[in-house]
């Protein structure tokens, strides 16, 4: 109803439609209530699926593992074909082990009793760990005391015996994994796709791992410190801001065109024969960061120098959202409850979607080599559970943009309880009033704004996945089609997620209905679209600059500490680039808080204007600073 009214007063005149006036803080009733009703159904259905893959999944083959005769480890199993080794009792043998472990897709697996607590290089050693601890890591048909006369073509990825040398193994998930995961990773990737540089990226982070780690707190506290700057000191830190991104930016240019010429320089000074392949490599890749570099300064400083002249428009605001902080300190942990709560329920998607993965039955395989049969789990299964797959990945959708959607109206209602209440002491629990009126009331508006994400992002990625099927095709008119529909998706998802954000807080502060809201954002920001914009966007570049000095403190002292304990890295830009990736992240979740903080100061300041005039009757809520 909220939509149609809106639509046709929208189409009847020539004005934009005039939002509902504004009550805030005053009773609610419920909105929504049948997208909230469809979405517990579908939540019910989604519990029932899970319900029923655990009791029908064999969810034990995914926890114990299976060896490649049907027998899962560490239980008594029944036959699942004639073959002599299946329907083994293996309540002493708990663990998968890999004849070759980097090649587990085809390799051979058997059940042991222990993994290897050392590096086997021969036979004999093989053997004398079995007569050690009694686990056999030949195949079951192999008597052990064939151990010191095996063959070299008994030992392979097909077994009977193990390709030796056996690495180093842990039991992790009941599989027998190699201890040094990062020189495993490596000789993985080196064996796989025999490629030098990948192999020595992933040796360079596995040796820099400590400081990465390290660095990763660092990034909470300097985010944190960010956000207390941009309370206490707003009008010096959004200048401090743009002057050390400035200067960071163009150091940090100057030192890796530095970098790259010293390098250069040395390279040009050996003969030939000794330039090594790795030099030649690394500076090529410093005069492709140097280009980089200096592009992205020279489009910052363009922006800082267009924009200096509106960054104090934001300054107040700012300063208020700050004060909101300060009588919510506590509001800045949402996104850390948001986080907690999404890996849970993702942890739980997996684990229920790898029951539904492990249903099913043994097939025999199209391979058999000597006297073993190979089986494997049946992969298409039946039809009831492939319906289950694609009812399970849209709950995944689903389920998951409607937390973050419940995060945004519980920080919006806090920051509207926040600038309505005149008398600051009196604010009680912002955000647990602000939770208490999202369970009670707003539940519904979550699960539709949610719901109309999924149909855009559906489509999305089923155009994606059309668009890899299609990649080889010489059909390029179908090509240029699937991205040209992909590109409009991507769009319209950008503009609905930007209206389902200013809807959020309006159904948080208005206490209407989703719909309803959806047209009064849009009329208020219409009708204040020039300050709307230019606050926007001078609040967004402030901030993004504020992740980016985050970024810079991080990874610069990553980088100093990498070059200082670490001279050996071959690619000192791997580590230091994953450093600069999760400070960014870290920087995003606390300052995107005090981002929407703002965003809702704002639609309350419009709204504000709208209905008073600061006269008798009509007094402004909000602080003389923004007077």
Known sequence: MGCCYSAAQSMAGDKPPEPSRWKPLEKRSCTDIIPLAIFFIFFIGMILIAAFAIANGAAYRMINGFDSYGNVCGKQNKPVTNHHLSGLDNREKSYVFFMDVLDARTSLEICVSKCPDRELRTMNDVYNFYLETGSQLCD?????????????????TTGPCPVLPVKISSAILFRCVPDNIGTFIADLVTMINNLDPISRIVSDIYACRYAIIGLCFLSLLVAFLVVLLLRYMASMVVYIINIVVALSSLAG??????????????????????????????????????????????????????????????????????????????????????????????????VVFGFIAFSGAFIKPMMVKGFFLHFRLLIKIQCQFSYMWWYHIVGLIWVSEFILACQQIVIAGAVAKHYFTRDKKNLGSPIISAMGRLISNHLGSCALGSFIIVLVKIPRCILMF????????????????????????WVLEKCLRYLNYNAYSLVAINGTHFCKSACDAVATLLSNALRVIAINSIGAFVLFLGKLLVVAIVAGIGGLLVIKFHPNVHHMAAPVGLIAVFSYLT??????????AIDTLLLCFCEDCRVNDGSPGKEYFMPKSLM
Not at 301 to 319: E, G, H, N, P
Request: proline share 4%; charged share 15%; aromatic share 14%.
């Open 466 to 489: 059309l668009s890899r099927q299609i990649k080889d095709s010489p059909n390029l008119l179908a090509k240029f089609m699937v991205k040209c529909c992909m590109c409009c998706l």
């Open 587 to 596: 920087a995003h979740c606390f300052i995107s808080t005090y981002e929407m």
């Open 140 to 156: 079951y048909s192999y008597p052990p005391d064939r151990y010191l006369s095996a063959a070299v073509a008994d030992q392979s």
């Open 253 to 350: 240019t100057a030192v890796l065109w530095w970098m790259y010429a010293s390098s250069r320089i040395a390279l040009e000074k050996k003969a030939p024969e000794t330039k090594l392949k790795s030099e030649q490599e690394n500076t090529q890749a410093f005069l492709w960061y140097s280009i980089g570099a200096t592009i992205i300064t020279f489009v910052l400083l363009l922006l800082i120098l267009v924009m200096r002249k509106r960054v104090a428009l934001t300054v107040d605001l700012f300063y208020e959202a700050g004060k909101c902080m300060q009588h919510m300190p506590t509001l800045l942990l949402q996104p850390l409850w948001t986080f907690f709560v999404l890996v849970f329920f993702w942890i739980g998607w997996v």
